[in-house]
């Protein structure tokens, strides 16, 4: 993928948070199955660090489980860090910071991170080399041995869902300009807007975690009705 394809999906998504941040969140007040299953992994006493927060509703659920860690979490949403921060714990951290730029690590101390989560974010990043960058942010900030722990959100699993793909002409793009798996998809909530999103399979995530200082040590399906509208996996860094 070109840069200025890159940046251009960027700003799309940016701009689809700015104007549907309210609506958005009103979607997320329920944690999905599979993060509930991550909450029970967690030690309470970790340093966690969360990259696409949202509406902090994880950080709420990990606070009424008498989590006594530490947790900041991070998003480039700064309505959804507002919810987040009005509405949680006031010893956890939340900033507003861009995934896709070289400096969203700023001021984040290299391996001091028992965990870092992510939960249906990486489908925003696109092109394989903003994915590496993120995921060499990600091991430098773990601990050793540290876990990378993440959600990548598996739409063409859903018929409702592949509906709301949406031709690339609607931005002015074309298919030869993205990569396999990115896709256009529409929202419908609050009024209409478009997001950039990228489906990953299995086989790709094992091989970015090869190629960024990982190894893969669990994997499963859950979310949705079916129980298969979200992959997890578990990455644990290599020293």
């Known amino acids: 993928m070109q ?36 909450i029970k ?23 009424q489980q008498n ?16 919810i987040a921060q009005d509405q949680n714990n006031p010893h956890f951290s939340f900033s507003t910071g861009d995934l896709t730029s070289d400096n969203w690590d700023d001021g984040l101390v290299s391996n001091s991170y028992d965990f870092i989560l992510s939960f249906a974010t990486m489908h925003h990043l696109p092109g394989k080399s903003s994915r590496l960058n993120f995921l060499n942010k990600v091991h430098a900030l773990l601990k050793p041995n540290g876990q990378f722990i993440h959600s990548n959100w598996q739409f063409l699993n859903s018929e409702s869902l592949k509906a709301r793909i949406q031709p690339w002409d609607r931005i002015d793009l074309n298919q030869a300009d993205v990569d396999e798996g990115d896709y256009l998809m529409d929202w419908r909530r609050g009024g209409e807007g478009l997001r950039y999103v990228h489906q990953y399979s299995s086989e790709e995530l094992h091989h970015l975690a090869e190629h960024s200082g990982f190894k893969v040590i669990n994997e499963f399906s859950s979310d949705g009705r079916t129980g298969n509208l979200g992959l997890y996996m578990i990455w644990e860094k290599l020293n």
């Open 41 to 63: 992994m967690l030690p309470e006493n970790a340093n966690i660090l969360d990259l696409g927060c949202g509406n902090g509703n994880f950080a709420l659920e990990l606070a």
């Open 3 to 38: 840069e200025k394809t890159a940046t251009q999906l960027i700003k799309l998504n940016y701009k689809f948070y700015q104007t549907f941040s309210e609506s958005f969140s009103a979607t997320r007040q329920r944690l999905q199955s599979g993060v509930m299953q991550v």
């Open 67 to 82: 989590f006594q860690g530490s947790y900041t979490g991070i998003d480039f949403s700064e309505d959804l860090v507002q």
